[in-house]
């Protein structure tokens, strides 16, 4: 079984994917319990944990938000760095963050590095867009099937502040009826659930990180897709088919568009 270290863990979402998949989560805690649970407080011990995941703050990465702080002065970025920190003091097999695409890219020294677009509507009828950074000591890479979005209306995803009810954000990260947080005011907990992972995504991340151990892709020299697929190219060039270069130049028109606003 493998011990896995949760940073930033919110409620534990992403965690509880990981639990289901079999692994053994501890998680350091997440300031939203208090202040007794600031990860930068948290000493890790080397060589006890296989990976260490965790899903730090990412509102300072929003492409979307108007005010952004410089990037070296925000929470967001200190939270990374401390991410990054804690895997070195770890020194775990692998390490796995999940944020959002504008995220800064988090490269450790001895790791191998991974960016992965990933979206709920593949698996449900939800759209929310995240973004995975892996590494592995040994140049192993996540394989994240690419799914399609159906066509139709989809319903918009959980967010932080949101209008619709406590219930109603539960269902869209995919938790039972009856979750609840009793410990949290109303919008303390729709903040907490509208922050997490859906459990979609987590359980499709935690089985990917299961089926390593089966896929012992190592080459020293792998290249990765640079759409955002996670895919490995194996001939010359920067994307893994055509429709990944047809993907990286939409990519790079919306963000010229956003810089222009
Ligand atoms: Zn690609």
Redesign the pocket.
Known sequence: MQLVLSLCSGIGLLDRAFKEAGFCVVSAGDIILGKHHDVRDFAAPKGKFDGVIGGTPCPDFSLLKRDRPVLEESYGYEMILEFERIVKECDCTWWLLENVSGVPTVKIDGYSHQRIDINQAWYENVTRLRHIQFGHKENKYLQIE?GVTAPGQKQSCALANDSRSFRELCKLQGLEDDFDLPSFNVNGKKRAVGNGVPLSIGRVLASAVTALQQNPVTQQDNKI???????I?THRGQ???F???K??QRKKNKSAVTVQQ
């Open positions: 690419r897709c640079e759409c955002g697929c996670g895919r190219v994307y893994y088919d429709s990944c270069r993907r990286a």
